[in-house]
């Protein structure tokens, strides 16, 4: 089993501010199938980012994803107010498909 | 526009069979695999497993003794039952559709399944 890694846990910040949120695979998996989501108190999880780099339809361009091999990082490059909430990456390379822990983004 | 719309049981005894229904609204039912996801109150998500519409089946092997997925075409339905339930099985359970090429790309309301005696 693929183990994803997320840091932090926590990220407190302003809006305006940058977010880099961290993922790491226990192992390399192909960029191809790595992927963002973000989810708010309540509701499912958003898919943002496939493919490591691909945004998902109607996402802002304020979001963006890079990364390869075992590290991949999400970027929000100024926060919104509706950004506020918790991101989680995924992977679909090999079965059984798994989520990181998840990574914080609050209000500082 | 995709739309999943899930519904089943909510409260449970230990022992007992969890069953749940999405049901699949818009677009197509074939070329996609379909999933069930589910996170404890508080806490991170688990694939719980999937299948594809020729009725191929994929399971976490964390729960595959106890999860079974089907599905209706003619309805464009899938099923979730999971056996002999425990506390530890309370969370809010979610179908999703897996692409392929993109991960999970519609999800459902969730629901939230609790199990106490």
């Known amino acids: 089993e693929i183990v994803l890694t997320q840091s932090p846990g926590t990220l407190s910040l302003s809006p305006g501010e940058r977010a880099t949120l961290s993922c790491r695979a226990s192992?390399?998996?192909?960029?191809?199938?790595l992927g963002w989501y973000q989810q708010k108190p309540g509701q499912p999880p958003r898919l943002l980012i496939y493919?490591?780099?691909s945004r998902a339809t109607a996402i802002p361009d304020r979001f963006s994803g890079s990364g390869s091999g075992t590290d991949f990082t999400l970027t929000i490059s100024r926060l919104e107010p509706e950004d506020f909430a918790v991101y989680y990456c995924?992977?679909?390379?090999?079965?059984?498909?798994?989520f990181g822990q998840g990574t914080k983004v609050e209000i500082k | 526009q995709v739309q999943l719309q899930q519904w089943g049981a909510g409260l449970l005894k230990p022992s007992e069979t969890l069953s749940l229904t999405c049901g699949v609204f818009g677009g197509s039912f074939s070329g996609y695999y379909w999933n069930w996801i589910r996170q404890p109150p508080g806490k991170g998500l688990e694939w719980i497993g999937a299948?594809?519409?020729?009725?191929?089946?994929n399971y976490n092997p964390s729960l595959k003794s106890r999860v079974s997925i089907s599905l209706d075409t003619s309805k464009k339905q899938f099923f979730l039952r999971l056996s002999s339930v425990t506390a530890a099985d309370t969370s809010v359970y979610y179908c999703?559709?897996?692409?392929?090429?993109?991960?999970?790309?519609?999800w459902g309301q969730g629901t939230l399944v609790t199990v106490s005696s």
């Open positions: 493919a490591a780099s």
């Open positions: 192992q390399t998996i192909s960029s191809s199938y």
């Open positions: 299948i594809n519409h020729s009725g191929i089946t």
């Open positions: 995924q992977q679909y390379h090999g079965s059984p498909w798994t």
């Open positions: 999703a559709r897996g692409d392929t090429a993109m991960g999970f790309t519609y």
